[in-house]
């Protein structure tokens, strides 16, 4: 149970005052959150500039263009003459070295004259504007009394905005939320304070949030590094709280003999590549050694890595057991058990596959015979871990493009059995800095050479004002009977939401039939499972030439004759994920050519990825310019996924601070690993904080 002391940061925004049901819509927004942010998210939410307001000139030597606070007193008002009412409202003030007009369009009644009465000392901030020769204020950002103003430090935060969000109502929630501040113990060790010098969290959010100087707000500053390391260290505590788990010296062992591995590998219709046989050595290592293991197999799309976990599940069955693989959606588990089964079945190795659409007795049979151990691999979907999904034996739980699921859906899976052995497959390939972060201490085996005999792939950046002869081209392609992708990407707004917009998608797929007739096929996110799947069967067997899609093609599903792709707005995606599209093509044997439509003008980190993207198909290379170019939520996709995801940290700036919250917790899991005492009570409290907590049930199983 989260500890009652927090319950206060976790009261939704709509508890403060001022935010009402609009508000919270835009925050949920601003904020990444489908459900209504609470306070904390707000207080996470951190700065990304400051206005400096300290300038505090007498009239008479204010600059022009700058923005400054003047101490007035208020002469007169001159409000809007009844026949105009699109004149603004004018306010004349003074000091003892001139006079200024602060000017208000569009008031609403009275509420200049509440804000500035007639003979009243207001101090007014601005900036400061020359109108016919005399000084002017339009809209001033700040006015306030005496009182006020003893209480303004002159520097304001600036925070990024969503678009009908006034920074005003941010900066009022969240002084709100600064004042419901609970005292929080200290869970950063003495040692380690004194070290980095780091200030008490309340203080790190005060100043990061109500800026006494300029540079309290930089991240590599003392208040937002603090907070950075308590994001990190609650990463790396959860990491390290559920490896202890993983870890436990496991049973008997799992890999067999080696004689269902053998079959396999006469079965295939192709060599292993090195780092294939490579990896499968590795996997057979750790399955022998007296812990469990935690490997993470990273491969670009179309390295082979599905091949690996077969070979893998196949060393497990020899030894008796049983494994699973969850992959994040349904079209991938079927794509998984389509390679697998021809192999599986060769080699007598018993597949089933379960998603949400297995129901009824369909399901219940299958059930069953998983409870007897007459299925020996299981691929699905989140279905695997269903309570009711029970295994006689599971030894290896094989998880694919993890960074969709979190520690929670991971130990689910691994819960169903005895000291399961986990294996990470990872298509984002992940620089190694951030394996880390994610991770936490994984072995790592990496499918760097690709599978012999693939063609490049030749990408081309396209204007759209050059759409129709890239229409043209598809055209002749399609008479040639050559398979092509044309992308859409989802509309922004209603991401949000959490629905797909299919607009882009339908009218392109609408336009395409106008001119293709029924060699076009459309899938995308909305449609039903047999359907999408009917369709992607079609585009396979050649029926459909063109098939239009949204993003849902972009994870592991594999076509190998398709070898045109058509990209449109491809400025709108990210580098990883333009990489993952693009690795639809180029599977097979012929050349394949990717183009990217763009809609000019591009601007410069648009540009800079389209060049990216153009110049290599190396998805390592790929992630470390990723990196580099927008810092790490996006390489891992973060925003779509249900990573718990950081939102302080940055690698760029804190990689120093990623290590020594990785050491501290490693210190924390010898000296405390039960988390006991005060100390252990304050730690817990920052897992909560920082919802890493799913790891706290586990201290109590040992
Ligand atoms: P990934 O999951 O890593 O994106 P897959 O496992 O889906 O890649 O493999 C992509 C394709 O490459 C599949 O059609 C598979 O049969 C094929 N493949 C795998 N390994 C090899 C290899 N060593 N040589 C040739 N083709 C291979
Ligand atoms: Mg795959």
Redesign the pocket.
């Known amino acids: 149970m989260r500890p009652a002391l927090l319950n206060p940061l976790f009261a939704p925004v709509t508890t403060l005052s001022g935010v009402g049901p609009k508000q919270d819509k835009l925050f949920r927004y601003l904020l990444d959150r489908n459900e209504t942010p609470r306070l904390v998210d707000l207080l996470l939410h951190l700065p990304a500039s400051v206005i400096d307001r300290r300038a505090r000139p007498k009239i008479r030597d204010a600059a022009q263009g700058t923005i400054v606070t003047l101490e007035v007193t208020v002469d007169r008002h001159r409000p809007p003459p009844p026949r105009n009412a699109r004149a603004p409202f004018l306010v004349y003030a003074s000091d003892d070295t001139g006079d200024v007009v602060l000017t208000f369009f569009r008031a609403k009644p009275g509420y200049v004259e509440k804000l500035l009465p007639v003979g009243a000392k207001r101090y007014v901030s601005g900036t400061l504007q020359m109108y016919d020769g005399v000084p002017q204020i339009v809209h001033p950002d700040r006015v306030v009394d005496e009182a006020g103003f003893a209480k303004l430090s002159g520097i304001d935060p600036v925070y990024p905005l969503t678009e009908g969000l006034a920074l005003g109502s941010l900066r009022r929630a969240m002084a709100q939320a600064l004042q419901k501040l609970p005292d929080l113990p200290e869970w950063i060790s003495p040692e380690v304070i004194r070290r980095c010098q780091f200030p008490a969290v309340a203080e790190a959010l005060n100043r990061v949030h109500v800026p006494v100087e300029l540079t309290d707000i930089l991240p590599d500053g003392p208040f937002w590094s603090r907070l950075a390391f308590d994001e990190l260290l609650a990463g790396q505590l959860a990491l390290a709280l559920v490896r202890a788990q993983l870890r436990r010296p496991a049973g008997d062992r799992h890999a067999g003999d080696g004689h269902l591995r053998s079959r396999i590998i006469d079965a ?6 090195m780092s ?1 046989r490579e990896a499968v050595a590795a996997i057979t290592e750790d399955l022998r050694q007296p812990v469990r293991m935690l490997r993470l197999l990273q ?11 077969l070979l893998a599940a196949a060393a497990v069955t020899e030894a008796g057991k049983q494994a699973a693989l969850m992959a994040p959606t349904e079209i991938l588990a079927r ?2 058990i389509k ?1 697998i089964a021809p192999l599986a079945e060769r080699a007598g190795l018993r597949v089933a596959i379960l998603t949400g659409r297995e129901k009824g007795k369909e399901r219940r049979e299958l059930l069953a015979r998983l409870a007897a151990g007459e299925i020996d691999f299981l691929v699905g979907t989140h279905a695997l871990i269903q309570d009711d999904v029970v295994f006689k034996a599971l030894a290896l739980a094989v998880v ?1 493009e993890q960074h969709r699921f979190g520690v929670r859906e991971r130990l689910a899976l691994t819960n169903k059995g005895d000291a399961v052995d986990v294996l990470v ?1 990872s ?1 984002t390939p992940i620089p190694r800095t951030l394996v880390l972060t994610y991770f936490g201490d994984m072995d790592v085996s990496e ?1 760097r050479e690709k ?4 063609q490049p792939i030749d990408t081309r950046a396209v204007p759209n004002s050059r759409l129709s002869e890239v229409m043209d081209a598809v055209g002749r392609a399609l008479d040639k009977g050559k398979l092509v992708y044309w992308i859409c990407p989802l509309v922004e707004e209603s991401e949000a939401e959490g629905t797909e917009h299919l607009t882009n998608a339908t009218e392109r797929f609408e336009s395409l039939r106008e001119r293709f007739g029924g060699r076009v096929g459309l899938v995308h996110g909305q449609m039903k499972g047999a359907e999408k799947d009917r369709v992607m069967a079609q585009f396979a067997a050649g029926e459909i030439g063109l098939l239009v899609a949204t993003t849902v093609v972009e994870v ?1 599903v ?1 076509v ?1 004759a398709a070898t045109i792709m058509v990209i449109e707005n491809a400025e709108r995606f990210g580098l990883a994920q333009l990489h993952q599209l693009r ?1 639809r093509i180029g ?1 097979g044997s012929e050349a394949s050519t990717c183009l990217l439509l763009y809609k000019e003008p591009l601007n410069e980190m648009s540009t800079a990825r389209l060049k990216v993207i153009r110049e290599t198909t190396d998805g390592f290379r790929i992630a470390e310019e990723d990196l580099r170019l927008r810092g790490e939520g996006d390489v891992l996709g973060t925003r779509q996924s249900g990573l718990p995801g950081y939102r302080i940290a940055r690698s760029e700036v804190h990689g120093q601070l990623i290590t020594q919250a990785r050491d501290e917790a490693l210190r924390i899991m010898k000296d405390n690993p039960k988390l006991k005492g005060d100390c252990g009570e304050a730690l817990r409290c920052l897992l909560y904080l920082f919802e890493r907590d799913e790891a706290i049930p586990l201290i109590g199983a040992g």
Do not use: E, N
């Not at 491969?299 to 976990?309: E, I, N, W």
């Open positions: 295939l219709p192709y060599a292993l590549t294939q491969g670009d799309v179309g390295s082979g890595k599905t091949v690996v976990a794509q998984h390679t694919d497959l298509a499918l599978p012999a005999g693939r592991g594999d190998p690795g599977r």
